[in-house]
Nanobody, 125 residues
Framework: VQLVESGGGLVQAGESLTLSCAAT????????VGWVRQAPGKEREGVAF????????DYSDSVKGRFTIYSDNAEKMVYLQMDSLKSEDTAVYYC???????????????????WGRGTQVTVSS
């Protein structure tokens, strides 16, 4: 399995940014993909998750209503649309995945089977 993120950058507060994750190599269709972020000096936080098979989603309270996770299964891509960005959204964003889990199940655990290398998102106020 390989997860490769792209799309990070520097934006102003209130602006939008879309992250992409190329998620390839899964041996079944039974898995979930999520975005986990880590800000300097803070613990990792899972913010958005999607079940590959039925596109069900789950979000942390900190991003609900502002972020949208969606996927293009044919292209093996998972996206994170981030709107109304705040300075506290500044972090390294990692794409992560778990075999045999749903979005809801993945959202309550911290151990993930696969990780990308991360992409930096910086929101200036």
């Amino acid at each position: 399995v390989q997860l490769v993120e792209s799309g990070g950058g520097l934006v102003q507060a209130g602006e939008s940014l879309t992250l992409s994750c190329a998620a390839t190599g899964f041996s079944t269709d039974d898995y979930a993909v999520g975005w986990v972020r880590q800000a300097p000096g803070k613990e990792r936080e899972g913010v958005a998750f999607i079940t590959y098979s039925d596109h069900t989603t789950d979000y942390s309270d900190s991003v609900k209503g502002r972020f949208t996770i969606y996927s293009d299964n044919a292209e093996k891509m998972v996206y994170l649309q981030m709107d109304s960005l705040k300075s506290e959204d500044t972090a390294v964003y990692y794409c992560a995945a778990n075999d045999f889990l749903t979005a809801q199940s993945m959202s309550v655990i911290e151990e993930h089977d696969y990780w990308g290398r991360g992409t930096q998102v910086t929101v200036s106020s």
